[in-house]
C-alpha cells in the first residue's frame, strides 16, 4: 500500500483556513474554468463559501462553465427542509454566484429510489469526467462526507446509517435536536472521492485533533475513513493550530 504524505499547511486561525481554501478553489476555476468540484457542507466550509463568493465578486470570476457535486445529503427529507445539504448549499453559495443551474449536481434527499439516484449520481460524475478539486471536512470521528468508520474503501455512493456523534454534530440545523437529524443519509464514496484529481481537506479546532492525529499518523484503516486518503498522491491538509495540535 502506497502511504503518501499529504502536502499540510498550518496557519494561525480558522478564518486564514477559510481565506485559504477559498483561493484554492478560486485557483481551481480560473486554471480550469469547466472544473468539477466536490463539495462539503459543515460548520467549518461556511466561512470558505463567504470568502469564495467575495473572490468571485471581487474578481468576476466567470462560474458559468463550473460544474458541482455535493458529497452527501440526508435521506428521508423534504429538499427544500432548511436541515437539507441543498438547502444549506443553496444559503451558503448557490443563490450568491451565478452557476446554471444544470450544473449543480446534489442526491435527492427525497428519493424514492435511493440506490438508482446514487447510481445516477455516480454516473453524472463519470459524464463530468470525473472530480477535478474534492474539498473535505472531516468528522470527529474521521468520517468524510459520511463514509462513517467501517466505510470500505472500495465504497460508492451509496445509503448509509449515521452514527449518533455524527447526528449530534449536524444538530445544529435541526434546531439544536439531535434527534431531528435523519438516521440515513447518501454519500458520495471513498472510492470516488480518491478518483478526484486533487484533495483538499479543512479542519479547524481542537475537537478534530484527534480525527487529524489518526489519519496523518495512524494506520490506514476503514476505522478512519480518512485514512484512506493517504492512498492518494495529491492531497492538501489545511489545519488551524487547534486542529494541528497533536500533530
Ligand atoms: C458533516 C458532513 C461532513 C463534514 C462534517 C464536518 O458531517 N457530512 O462532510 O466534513 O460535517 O462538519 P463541521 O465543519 O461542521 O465540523
Same mark, same amino acid.
Given at each position: 500500500?502506497?502511504?503518501?504524505?499529504?502536502?499540510?499547511?498550518?496557519?494561525?486561525?480558522?478564518?486564514?483556513?477559510?481565506?485559504?481554501?477559498?483561493?484554492?478553489?478560486?485557483?481551481?476555476? &480560473?486554471? +480550469?474554468?469547466?472544473?468539477?468540484?466536490?463539495? /462539503?457542507?459543515?460548520?467549518?466550509?461556511?466561512?470558505?463559501?463567504?470568502?469564495?463568493? !467575495?473572490?468571485?465578486?471581487?474578481?468576476?470570476?466567470?462560474?458559468? #462553465?463550473?460544474?458541482?457535486?455535493?458529497? +452527501?445529503?440526508?435521506?428521508?427529507?423534504?429538499?427544500?427542509?432548511?436541515?437539507?445539504?441543498?438547502?444549506?448549499?443553496?444559503?451558503?453559495?448557490?443563490?450568491?454566484?451565478? @452557476?446554471?443551474?444544470?450544473?449543480?449536481?446534489?442526491?435527492?434527499?427525497?428519493?424514492?429510489?435511493?440506490?438508482?439516484?446514487?447510481?445516477?449520481?455516480?454516473?453524472?460524475?463519470?459524464? !463530468?469526467?470525473? @472530480?477535478?478539486?474534492?474539498?473535505?471536512?472531516?468528522?470527529?470521528?474521521?468520517?468524510?462526507?459520511?463514509?462513517?468508520?467501517?466505510?470500505?474503501?472500495?465504497?460508492?455512493?451509496?445509503?448509509?446509517?449515521?452514527?449518533?456523534?455524527?447526528?449530534?454534530?449536524?444538530?445544529? #440545523?435541526?434546531?439544536?435536536?439531535?434527534?431531528?437529524?435523519? &438516521?440515513?443519509?447518501?454519500?458520495?464514496?471513498?472510492?470516488?472521492?480518491?478518483?478526484? #484529481?486533487?484533495?483538499?481537506?479543512?479542519?479547524?479546532?481542537?475537537?478534530?485533533?484527534? !480525527?487529524?492525529?489518526?489519519?496523518?499518523?495512524? /494506520?490506514?484503516? /476503514?476505522?478512519? /475513513?480518512?485514512?484512506?486518503? #493517504?492512498?492518494?498522491?495529491?492531497?492538501?491538509?489545511?489545519?488551524?493550530?487547534?486542529?494541528?495540535?497533536?500533530?
Amino acid at each position: 500500500m502506497n502511504d503518501h504524505r499529504p502536502t499540510i499547511g498550518i496557519l494561525n486561525d480558522g478564518a486564514a483556513v477559510s481565506r485559504a481554501a477559498a483561493a484554492a478553489l478560486a485557483d481551481q476555476i &480560473r486554471a +480550469d474554468p469547466g472544473s468539477a468540484l466536490l463539495l /462539503p457542507t459543515g460548520q467549518t466550509m461556511l466561512d470558505v463559501y463567504a470568502d469564495l463568493v !467575495a473572490i468571485v465578486r471581487a474578481e468576476r470570476i466567470d462560474l458559468g #462553465r463550473v460544474q458541482t457535486f455535493n458529497l +452527501d445529503e440526508f435521506y428521508g427529507l423534504p429538499p427544500d427542509h432548511p436541515g437539507t445539504y441543498r438547502s444549506y448549499m443553496h444559503e451558503a453559495l448557490f443563490d450568491h454566484v451565478a @452557476i446554471p443551474a444544470a450544473n449543480i449536481n446534489l442526491i435527492d434527499s427525497a428519493a424514492t429510489d435511493i440506490a438508482a439516484e446514487c447510481a445516477r449520481y455516480e454516473q453524472r460524475i463519470a459524464a !463530468a469526467g470525473g @472530480i477535478d478539486l474534492a474539498m473535505l471536512g472531516i468528522g470527529v470521528n474521521g468520517h468524510i462526507g459520511f463514509n462513517e468508520p467501517g466505510s470500505d474503501f472500495a465504497t460508492r455512493t451509496r445509503l448509509i446509517t449515521l452514527r449518533d456523534s455524527s447526528r449530534a454534530a449536524n444538530a445544529g #440545523r435541526f434546531g439544536g435536536d439531535a434527534d431531528a437529524v435523519p &438516521r440515513q443519509a447518501a454519500t458520495v464514496g471513498i472510492a470516488t472521492i480518491l478518483e478526484a #484529481r486533487r484533495i483538499l481537506l479543512l479542519a479547524t479546532g481542537g475537537a478534530k485533533a484527534q !480525527a487529524i492525529h489518526a489519519m496523518l499518523h495512524g /494506520p490506514i484503516t /476503514p476505522d478512519v /475513513p480518512a485514512s484512506a486518503l #493517504r492512498l492518494h498522491p495529491h492531497v492538501a491538509v489545511l489545519l488551524d493550530r487547534a486542529a494541528a495540535s497533536l500533530i
